[in-house]
Nanobody, 126 residues
Framework: QVQLVESGGGLVQAGGSLRLSCVVS????????LGWFRQAPGKEREFVVA????????DYLDSVKGRFTISRDNAKNTVYLQMNNLKPEDTAVYYC???????????????????WGQGTQVTVSS
């Protein structure tokens, strides 16, 4: 049984930082691309960032470049999202997702991922 469990969300003031974690079990973690998406109230789920199975390549939403950093620890089956200089517009439920390395659909698309976590709330106050 595949499980993705996010943690680390919370309430933070604008300009603050949070570190999200997503522990993955039940699959060959090192052979999966991993992504973070977010969904704000009344909006569609939005791609934030992806890290590819080799670990060297990443892809970011333009609005988070320079503020967010994705990383992975294959020994711990965990993907992290370090979020700095948070803004009120970053407020959303954040989801991690996993898709096998051989998927050809771009990682910006939620349909390219096979497995999802339950989400963790991030709220940034102004």
């Amino acid at each position: 049984q595949v499980q993705l469990v996010e943690s680390g969300g919370g309430l933070v003031q604008a300009g603050g930082s949070l570190r999200l974690s997503c522990v993955v079990s039940g699959l060959s973690f090192s052979r999966y691309d991993l992504g973070w998406f977010r969904q704000a109230p009344g909006k569609e789920r939005e791609f934030v960032v992806a890290i590819y199975w080799g670990g060297g390549n990443t892809d970011y939403l333009d609005s988070v470049k320079g503020r967010f950093t994705i990383s992975r620890d294959n020994a711990k089956n965990t993907v992290y999202l370090q979020m700095n200089n948070l803004k009120p517009e970053d407020t959303a439920v954040y989801y991690c997702a996993a898709g096998p390395w051989y998927t050809t659909t771009g990682r910006h698309y939620s349909s390219s991922y096979d497995y999802w976590g339950q989400g963790t709330q991030v709220t940034v106050s102004s």
